[in-house]
């Protein structure tokens, strides 16, 4: 505990003098230049995050929009099929 009283003692008497004065204009300038790098890291990080989005998400649905081809289509026969006859029954008729 000793660190922590120590640490405190520190703190509450590295307090800035009445003469030190405090610049609002260069506290605002710093500030604004924080948001605007803030607000570009965002935006390219939307934009990194559209662009992976995009590449996985538009081959996954036109892959499942597409017309699959496990066979190639059977054309119909334009042979006669030879007719089955019931047991008992000639093919000619007499």
Known sequence: MNDLKDLLELALSDVPGRDARVDPAADLARGRRR???RRQRLAGLAGVTAAVLCGV???????GSAPRYDSPPTAASSHAQPSRTQPGQSRRAQ
């Open 35 to 37: 948001l605007r790098r």
């Open 57 to 63: 998400l538009v081959p996954l649905a036109l892959q």
